[in-house]
């Protein structure tokens, strides 16, 4: 009670100053509650690991990943024993696209049934699940509800008028809309007529508001729940559905769609995980948890930026801002999942032009925030991928050792490769103290065995003093808890003060000059410092 009496006033008198730099997003004005009522779902303290299976492990030597490769190497990220140090300690994994395809990435689907034959057989995909299971580890797999291949069965059918004509989106003019992200077309004539088409000419758009595709959608998607996956990442979710003047994103039938979607699969199966690529602003973000009847967890793409703005700038300004549209977005902060990079984004360390020390405080910071966090692979490792802005760039081989040839991703060829720098390799960087990945599988460890920082609310205490880079937040959960103090900055931070009383015990930091609590902490954290206090 005299804590929370303390912080009252503080927040007082904080708001009634100027901030010296005129940057600051006020201290958080409510206090520090739970997450929110999904706080129950089993992803809550998990974090998860998105993996491109073409590009994890090889097998047998064609240069293209697949499931014996990834089952194999499952050891490496939760080998199931907590009391050991060599895996990086994910317990959730998110499989980019796994059917068959006629591309490399899978976003265009031939059968959503299906096991792309690169990757393996069924079988193979039903060892992998059962050894990721008994590590302890949930699966989801991508699954693309907006559009299908053009190469889809369906589609064939459609296109010559067939009787799956309806399955897809059909007009006898083209009205000229264009991508709502640039000036691509989306209506593609097929002999005599127009689909509709938002990512190119090779994924028609389904029709989602015919009731026969959208039982399509639920009977795959539960096919695959039989089989013991756990949830799916719902690709392209602002784009289900089109208004008739060439609005493409956002409208409002998206909601009831996925509503019906969450109920019919949670009635047979109440544990499943959906989790909505949206990628926009935190406000149109938000409207994707419905009224708790959508979507579980969203990408958080506008704290993915932050992050990166903030470490690359040493600036906090831009983490606070994306904290305070969370507080005034979210009803629930449980809904958010949050990353740095994904498949879609140069990776981090690229971002971030290489600068390691930006890497680690951009690393510190993403498990500082509430909801569930994704780790792009390799990301752990500051692979940068290839210099080039093609996709496949983005998502070249893992690296496991420099030892093997290709680092240890292939005995062949591998599909794609990019140059690294020394050091950038699983086997070195598990060896080393002080690699990246050993600060990725100590701030794992660290949310695992403190619930604030999974479960906790979050709120933003004031700071005095330290500069434009210092920022802190407050995780509290059933009395514990966690406080994360942080200087963006390349230079160091000085001495500053944060409002909170106690006497705090690390848990895990990096150029910590000084701590010291009693009625205030006083701290001064070097470039790039950080911590993660518990009260
Ligand atoms: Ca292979």
């Known amino acids: 009670m005299r804590r929370q009496l303390f912080l009252a006033s503080f927040v007082i008198w904080a708001a009634c100053k100027h901030g010296p730099n005129g940057d600051e997003s006020p201290a958080s004005d409510a206090g520090v509650v739970d997450i929110g009522p999904s706080a129950q779902g ?12 073409r590009s ?4 047998d030597g064609d240069g293209v990943g697949d499931f014996r490769g990834l089952t194999a190497q499952l050891d490496a990220l939760n080998d199931g024993d907590p009391n050991t140090a060599t895996d990086l300690g994910v317990d959730g994994i998110w499989l980019m696209p796994i059917h068959p395809t006629p591309s490399y990435h899978g976003y265009d689907v031939t059968d959503y049934r299906g096991i792309n034959p690169d990757y393996g057989t069924p079988e193979d995909f039903d060892t992998f699940l059962v050894a990721a299971h008994a590590r302890g580890i949930k699966v989801i797999i991508d699954f693309v509800v907006n559009h299908s291949s053009k190469e889809h069965p369906w589609f064939v059918s459609a296109a010559a008028n067939g009787p799956y004509r309806d399955y897809y989106v059909w007009r ?10 640039g000036s691509g077309p989306v209506w593609h004539a097929a002999a005599g007529s127009f689909y509709y088409a938002i990512f190119w000419s090779g994924m028609p758009d389904l029709n989602l508001g015919n009731q ?3 039982n399509e959608m639920v009977e795959a998607m539960r096919f695959w729940l039989a089989r013991g996956v756990d949830g799916f990442r719902v690709d392209a979710a602002r784009h289900f559905f089109e208004s008739a003047d060439g609005q493409l994103s956002d409208q409002p039938e998206n909601h009831p769609f996925v509503k019906r979607l969450r109920a019919r699969l949670q009635a047979e199966y109440p544990e499943v995980l959906l989790v909505a690529e949206a990628w926009t602003t935190v406000g149109t973000v938000a409207q994707y948890y419905g009224e708790g009847d959508e ?10 930026a932050a992050l990166k703005s903030a470490a690359k700038d040493g600036l906090r ?7 305070q549209e969370a507080e005034r977005a979210y009803a629930d902060r449980g809904f958010e999942a949050p990353f740095l990079a994904n498949h879609d984004m140069p990776r981090t360390l690229r971002a971030l032009e290489g600068d390691a020390g930006a890497m680690r405080v951009a690393a510190a910071a993403l498990f500082s925030l509430p909801g569930t966090p994704f780790i792009y692979y390799g990301e752990e ?32 060829t591998p599909w794609r490769s990019a140059p690294e720098a020394a050091g950038v390799d699983l086997q070195t960087q598990r060896q080393t103290e002080g690699s990246l990945w050993r600060l990725f599988q100590a701030l794992i460890r660290v949310r695992k065995q403190n619930q604030a920082l999974s479960l906790g609310g ?3 205490l004031p700071v005095e003093g330290g500069g434009r880079g210092v920022a802190t937040l407050l995780r509290e959960h059933k009395g514990q808890r966690v406080l994360f103090v942080v200087n963006f900055h390349s230079e160091a931070s000085g001495p500053f003060s944060v409002a909170i009383a106690g006497q705090p015990t690390v848990l895990l930091g990096e150029g910590v000059t000084s701590v010291r609590g009693g009625d205030g902490l006083q701290i001064d954290l070097g470039p790039r410092g950080f911590a993660f206090l518990a009260y």
């Open 42 to 53: 089993w992803w809550r303290d998990r974090v998860f690991y998105e993996v491109f299976v």
């Open 172 to 181: 006898n003019d083209n009205p000229g809309w264009t991508q709502p992200w």
């Open 458 to 460: 979050a709120q933003r």
């Open 212 to 214: 026969a595709v959208e």
């Open 56 to 59: 994890f492990a090889d097998s």
């Open 295 to 304: 979507y579980h967890l969203a990408f958080g793409f506008d704290s993915a």
């Open 317 to 323: 300004a831009s983490y606070n801002q994306v904290l």
């Open 381 to 412: 490792l500051g692979m940068q991928g290839g210099a080039s802005s093609a996709d496949e760039d983005k998502r070249t081989p893992y690296r496991w050792n420099a030892q093997s040839p290709n680092y240890g991703f292939s005995s062949g």
